[in-house]
């Protein structure tokens, strides 16, 4: 009698199993974990054949590169007819599809997505939870048009709008459960997982010993198995037995078909890396190498603003359970430069799954160096969900008066960009205090800071704090109701919600002034690049000298 195992295919055998129609969700995290060999053979397969077409696409974080890589290879008309994503901006090509109606689109949070697949692999009806609400998830348009459901495009606002028997399609629904409002995000059937492990071995025990982390493996290849659907994955090595049993994620009876790829360019630790030790091995505190020290950053506006949120981690206190959320872009690096500047007393962590260590930016997003420890996505999710996060410091591309903020779509017409929210709404709907991070204006802007004070040398042509935001990813006074303390950063100001002395008692709060940059005119430099109205505190101050010094920040 045959030994249970996996059939072993090439990346274009594993494609072709592939139907037309199908559901199909994609593991991964930016450039880490995607299972590249797999989804370049099935584009190939679709160029070559225009099979399969018309696949339901779902993935919880970003997988791409803003090229060709990733998601990306999903991004021919007539191969997906609908995409619910949880991040956006490295997927390019899907973006483009939605932008101009080629498929429905959807973004749900990333934390969301990730908690349904162990929904999904339950055999529960759905997710409920309370992540979404009042932000552009919510279902709830007739209450507020900024509230969609999720929907990215006018192809998923009127599959909404159908009921599910005559072809609609609902992401998520509003319900009240003991006199509380709660999002409802139902379970699907998911016909075919994409994975990507390290290796296999013959009877499909999948081992990601040499991945940056593990994502949502397991529950994904549960949730599949659970519907019936093809499990598919990915790996570098084939080996006759594993040398431990900790490095095993999915074990091998959920896996149907393994890919052995040699390829190293479609097996890179992450997008932006072909290897990076730094990122299989936990801290030790006599292996770790020190950090080398890293090359003052220029004075632009960029590390002015990193380095006022620098200040924010400091002013936190210390404790070994203090823990803190950077978000990609400008908020990644605050790490690194919070080290050198000797603050410290807190654990950083990473939705994909580290805590500990030093976080990676860029194509290696997700990762981090040297971790402490290393959890799956879901349960990081959990951890967030439940008020885990004691500050999260997130970027803002845009800012309204009101104290909301959109990181998520921007623009019209050609100008348009879908990026997604990926974990921004769990984070920040459950973190207890916030910094939002991001300059005043943008496109030209310079600033010269020098001997402590800060001078605008050209100002940008976009502003960024505007009367409403474009798209609602976070809802200020829900969350001031909910009692979270938020700050905003910028280059040459610094904002907080304060009650308004001139509204009615009880009445909301408003984005406030607090804070100006030494050197700058109060009218000229800061409100006359406000899009909207602002408060100014009666007690406005200066902003800290040291962060427009050419000393290094040492605090």
């Given at each position: 009698?045959?030994?249970?195992?996996?059939?072993?295919?090439?990346?274009?055998?594993?494609?072709?199993?592939?139907?037309?129609?199908?559901?199909?969700?994609?593991?991964?995290?930016?450039?880490?974990?995607?299972?590249?060999?797999?989804?370049?053979?099935?584009?190939?397969?679709?160029?070559?054949?225009?099979?399969?077409?018309?696949?339901?696409?779902?993935?919880?974080?970003?997988?791409?590169?803003?090229?060709?890589?990733?998601?990306?290879?999903?991004?021919?008309?007539?191969?997906?007819?609908?995409?619910?994503?949880?991040?956006?901006?490295?997927?390019?090509?899907?973006?483009?599809?939605?932008?101009?109606?080629?498929?429905?689109?959807?973004?749900?949070?990333?934390?969301?997505?990730?908690?349904?697949?162990?929904?999904?692999?339950?055999?529960?009806?759905?997710?409920?939870?309370?992540?979404?609400?009042?932000?552009?998830?919510?279902?709830?348009?007739?209450?507020?048009?900024?509230?969609?459901?999720?929907?990215?495009?006018?192809?998923?606002?009127?599959?909404?709008?159908?009921?599910?028997?005559?072809?609609?399609?609902?992401?998520?629904?509003?319900?009240?459960?003991?006199?509380?409002?709660?999002?409802?995000?139902?379970?699907?059937?998911?016909?075919?997982?994409?994975?990507?492990?390290?290796?296999?071995?013959?009877?499909?025990?999948?081992?990601?010993?040499?991945?940056?982390?593990?994502?949502?493996?397991?529950?994904?290849?549960?949730?599949?198995?659970?519907?019936?659907?093809?499990?598919?994955?990915?790996?570098?090595?084939?080996?006759?037995?594993?040398?431990?049993?900790?490095?095993?994620?999915?074990?091998?009876?959920?896996?149907?078909?393994?890919?052995?790829?040699?390829?190293?360019?479609?097996?890179?630790?992450?997008?932006?890396?072909?290897?990076?030790?730094?990122?299989?091995?936990?801290?030790?505190?006599?292996?770790?190498?020190?950090?080398?020290?890293?090359?003052?950053?220029?004075?632009?506006?960029?590390?002015?603003?990193?380095?006022?949120?620098?200040?924010?981690?400091?002013?936190?206190?210390?404790?070994?359970?203090?823990?803190?959320?950077?978000?990609?872009?400008?908020?990644?690096?605050?790490?690194?430069?919070?080290?050198?500047?000797?603050?410290?007393?807190?654990?950083?962590?990473?939705?994909?799954?580290?805590?500990?260590?030093?976080?990676?930016?860029?194509?290696?997003?997700?990762?981090?160096?040297?971790?402490?420890?290393?959890?799956?996505?879901?349960?990081?999710?959990?951890?967030?969900?439940?008020?885990?996060?004691?500050?999260?410091?997130?970027?803002?591309?845009?800012?309204?008066?009101?104290?909301?903020?959109?990181?998520?779509?921007?623009?019209?017409?050609?100008?348009?960009?879908?990026?997604?929210?990926?974990?921004?709404?769990?984070?920040?709907?459950?973190?207890?205090?916030l910094v939002f991070v991001g300059t005043l204006t943008a496109g030209g802007l310079q600033v010269q800071a020098e001997g402590g004070r800060l001078r605008i040398v050209q100002e940008g042509r976009l502003q960024k704090l505007v009367p409403a935001v474009a798209h609602l990813s976070y809802n200020a006074a829900y969350m001031a109701a909910r009692?979270?303390?938020?700050?905003?950063?910028?280059?040459?100001?610094?904002?907080?919600?304060?009650?308004?002395?001139?509204?009615?008692?009880?009445?909301?709060?408003?984005?406030?002034?607090?804070?100006?940059?030494?050197?700058?005119?109060?009218?000229?430099?800061?409100?006359?690049?406000?899009?909207?109205?602002?408060?100014?505190?009666?007690?406005?101050?200066?902003?800290?000298?040291?962060?427009?010094?050419?000393?290094?920040?040492?605090?």
């Amino acid at each position: 009698m045959k030994a249970p195992g996996p059939r072993w295919l090439s990346a274009d055998e594993a494609a072709a199993l592939v139907q037309p129609g199908w559901t199909v969700a994609s593991a991964g995290f930016v450039g880490a974990g995607h299972a590249e060999a797999v989804t370049e053979a099935l584009e190939r397969r679709f160029l070559a054949t225009g099979l399969p077409r018309d696949l339901t696409l779902v993935y919880s974080a970003g997988q791409g590169d803003r090229g060709r890589r990733g998601v990306n290879h999903f991004g021919n008309p007539g191969m997906v007819q609908a995409v619910c994503g949880g991040h956006w901006r490295s997927a390019t090509r899907l973006s483009a599809l939605a932008l101009t109606e080629g498929c429905a689109a959807w973004n749900l949070p990333q934390g969301v997505i990730t908690h349904l697949y162990r929904a999904i692999a339950a055999g529960q009806p759905g997710l409920l939870s309370r992540v979404g609400l009042h932000t552009f998830v919510d279902p709830r348009g007739a209450l507020d048009g900024r509230y969609q459901g999720g929907a990215l495009n006018q192809r998923a606002l009127a599959a909404q709008a159908l009921p599910v028997a005559q072809g609609g399609r609902h992401w998520v629904e509003a319900v009240t459960l003991r006199g509380e409002d709660f999002l409802f995000y139902p379970a699907f059937p998911i016909h075919c997982a994409v994975l990507r492990a390290t290796a296999a071995d013959e009877r499909g025990n999948l081992s990601a010993h040499g991945e940056a982390f593990h994502h949502e493996l397991l529950a994904l290849a549960q949730a599949t198995r659970n519907s019936g659907g093809l499990v598919i994955a990915q790996v570098r090595e084939r080996v006759a037995h594993h040398a431990a049993l900790a490095p095993i994620r999915v074990p091998g009876h959920l896996v149907d078909v393994v890919v052995h790829n040699t390829d190293p360019e479609l097996h890179r630790i992450t997008f932006g890396e072909q290897e990076n030790e730094a990122y299989l091995h936990p801290w030790r505190g006599d292996v770790a190498p020190a950090a080398a020290p890293a090359p003052e950053a220029p004075l632009d506006a960029r590390t002015l603003v990193q380095r006022r949120a620098v200040l924010e981690l400091a002013a936190g206190g210390t404790g070994a359970h203090r823990v803190v959320n950077l978000g990609v872009g400008m908020p990644a690096a605050v790490g690194a430069m919070a080290q050198a500047a000797g603050v410290g007393g807190y654990t950083l962590s990473v939705e994909a799954g580290p805590i500990g260590g030093t976080p990676a930016d860029g194509l290696s997003f997700g990762a981090s160096a040297w971790p402490e420890a290393v959890v799956d996505q879901p349960a990081q999710f959990d951890f967030y969900d439940g008020g885990g996060i004691d500050l999260a410091v997130l970027g803002m591309a845009e800012l309204d008066a009101a104290g909301n903020v959109n990181v998520s779509r921007f623009g019209s017409g050609e100008q348009a960009l879908i990026a997604g929210v990926g974990g921004f709404i769990n984070i920040t709907q459950g973190a207890k205090a916030l910094v939002f991070v991001g300059t005043l204006t943008a496109g030209g802007l310079q600033v010269q800071a020098e001997g402590g004070r800060l001078r605008i040398v050209q100002e940008g042509r976009l502003q960024k704090l505007v009367p409403a935001v474009a798209h609602l990813s976070y809802n200020a006074a829900y969350m001031a109701a909910r009692g979270q303390r938020v700050r905003y950063i910028t280059e040459r100001a610094v904002f907080e919600m304060r009650a308004d002395p001139q509204a009615a008692p009880g009445g909301a709060p408003r984005l406030t002034l607090i804070e100006i940059a030494p050197g700058l005119d109060l009218q000229r430099d800061v409100l006359n690049v406000c899009g909207a109205s602002v408060a100014v505190a009666a007690d406005l101050r200066e902003m800290d000298a040291r962060i427009f010094s050419s000393a290094p920040l040492k605090l």
